[in-house]
């Protein structure tokens, strides 16, 4: 009877795998968005009786604002990501770039005002008055307030990329009491000599190649960076168009669009949603871009939270060295670089696996030292 019994299982575990095979060659796909969508919300779908998989909108500074939560464990500490661009926002291509993170945090992606879905929930002209740096400062302050009440966390991390790194070590430095750690990425310091030596680095790599057509264009917005006023659009254009094509933004790549094409894939995003990313991009870089770059915080001498950065070596978009040089200076209880040696500007998308790896091995321990993480998950 026994052999029997599993005579019949073996039967019908042989049939299934006969008809899984079966509709895999009848219906080879994905075919659409959709389907491609389905199959990575299944792959990355959260089932742990303690976590949390959720898309909401918050109330910050006035408007709804989305954030995405991804947690294994809620008992984890939570790590909150201000994305940059201005507008490159990072929750619709972390499916890939924060893959694993949740294992570790309760992980937090917020899509910033008049950016990604941010920008399709409210009217753009009304929020467009509102895009200046202090009002995205109080809505940083906003979204850390929020997470650490929503989790019941004294303290939370907070990782910045780019142009969120302006955001994150602004706050670090006049809230160090919310933070277990700063954590920034491609870490941006003194924008002015940035734009001065990615002008630069991207000058020599054209005429190492004899590249005239690029020594024409670079000449042509000579000097570069200079002064107290930030560059005019097109000439920042015209430089990132270089330094761009000679791998300053992502290593050994003309550009990063291979990231960007990511966002189409985002099981966070509706087909609307995809259509308006980059209109918001549009707006927050039209609004935003020329105060950035007159962004120096190399004044910041001195932080009360421990401090990693997170830089690619290659990166000259938002210029590596200089933020090495600054952080050579830096005083804080504690403080590390790593570098990325595979990566330029978009390390998380460049070398995703180590960043994982570095956010387990040199971020969570300052909260597994005071206990703000979940029973018998450790590094």
């Given at each position: 009877?026994?052999?029997?019994?599993?005579?019949?299982?073996?039967?019908?575990?042989?049939?299934?795998?006969f008809q899984v095979r079966a509709q895999a060659q009848e219906a080879p796909g994905p075919r659409s968005r959709a389907e491609a969508v389905?199959?990575?919300?299944g792959l990355r779908k959260i089932v742990a009786p303690e976590g949390l998989e959720r898309s909401e909108k918050v109330r910050i500074g006035g408007i709804d604002q989305w954030v995405s939560v991804r947690s294994r464990d809620l008992r984890n500490p939570v790590l909150l990501v201000f994305h940059g661009g201005p507008g490159w926002v990072s929750m619709p291509t972390s499916w890939y770039t924060a893959h694993g993170w949740?294992?570790?945090?309760?992980?937090?992606?917020?899509?910033?005002?008049g950016a990604g879905r941010s920008y399709a929930a409210n009217d753009p002209a009304t929020v467009a008055p509102t895009l200046t740096l202090e009002r995205m400062h109080a809505d940083a302050e906003e979204m850390v307030a929020w997470a650490r009440k929503t989790f019941g966390k004294e303290k939370i991390f907070v990782l910045g990329h780019s142009w969120g790194s302006v955001l994150g070590l602004t706050l670090a430095a006049k809230h160090p009491e919310w933070l277990h750690a700063y954590i920034g990425a491609a870490q941006a310091v003194d924008a002015r000599e940035?734009?001065?030596?990615?002008?630069?680095?991207?000058?020599?790599?054209?005429?190492?190649?004899?590249?005239?057509?690029?020594i024409r264009e670079l000449s042509s917005i000579a000097p570069y960076g200079v002064g107290k006023e930030p560059p005019p659009v097109k000439d920042i254009m015209l430089q990132r168009r270089w330094l761009n094509f000679y791998g300053g933004a992502a290593y050994r790549r003309p550009n990063a669009g291979f990231e960007a094409a990511a966002v189409n894939l985002s099981p966070e995003y509706t087909d609307e949603d995809v259509r308006q990313v980059w209109n918001g991009e549009s707006l927050s870089f039209e609004k935003l871009l020329s105060s950035i770059l007159?962004?120096?915080?190399s004044h910041v001498k001195r932080l009360k939270t421990p401090v990693l950065l997170f830089l690619g070596r290659h990166d000259r978009n938002v210029s590596a060295p200089v933020a090495a040089e600054w952080f050579a200076g830096l005083k804080a209880p504690s403080k590390r670089i790593v570098w990325f040696e595979q990566s330029a500007h978009e390390m998380m998308a460049e070398e995703p696996g180590k960043v994982l790896l570095s956010l387990v091995l040199h971020a969570r321990p300052f909260a597994e030292r005071v206990g703000d993480v979940a029973p018998g998950v450790s590094k």
């Open positions: 009877m026994m052999r029997k019994e599993a005579w019949v299982l073996a039967v019908a575990l042989l049939l299934g795998g389905e199959v990575i919300a949740d294992e570790f945090f309760t992980v937090i992606q917020w899509d910033q005002r940035s734009e001065r030596r990615g002008w630069a680095w991207a000058m020599e790599q054209a005429r190492a190649a004899k590249n005239e057509e690029a007159t962004t120096d915080l």
